[in-house]
């Protein structure tokens, strides 16, 4: 009884001590913010691209893209990929507007 105690009290200090630790595991999957942060060496089609044309969640990740013009353009999943390849000229024109509106905004 008094060994199942102790033990009790070993797991609940691992796990205070844990949660004072930063947790930087999953950098193969990292979440990049705008497309030109992303360092793949390919160029970029919206430069300031910050959201996924396709839902416009704002998450990119490097491993989902689509090439277009030899441009490349991110998205923030496979299905989002997917998405575009199968609606281009859709999610294209959102995105040119997007685009446009940035350039607008930028001085
Ligand atoms: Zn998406």
């Known amino acids: 009884m008094a060994g199942l105690v102790a033990l009790a009290l070993c797991v609940g200090m691992v796990a205070g001590c844990g949660q004072g630790g930063s947790s930087e595991d999953g950098n193969s999957e990292r979440i990049y913010l705008v497309a030109r942060n992303i360092d793949d060496g390919a160029p970029k089609y919206f430069e300031a691209q910050e959201q996924c044309p ?26 989002c990929e997917e998405a575009f390849k199968e609606n281009r000229s859709r999610y294209l024109e959102k995105l040119d507007k997007r685009k446009q509106e940035a350039s607008g905004e930028e001085k």
């Open 54 to 79: 396709v839902c416009d969640a704002n998450e990119l990740q490097a491993q989902h893209y689509a090439d277009v013009d030899g441009k490349r353009i991110y998205f923030h999943d496979a299905e």
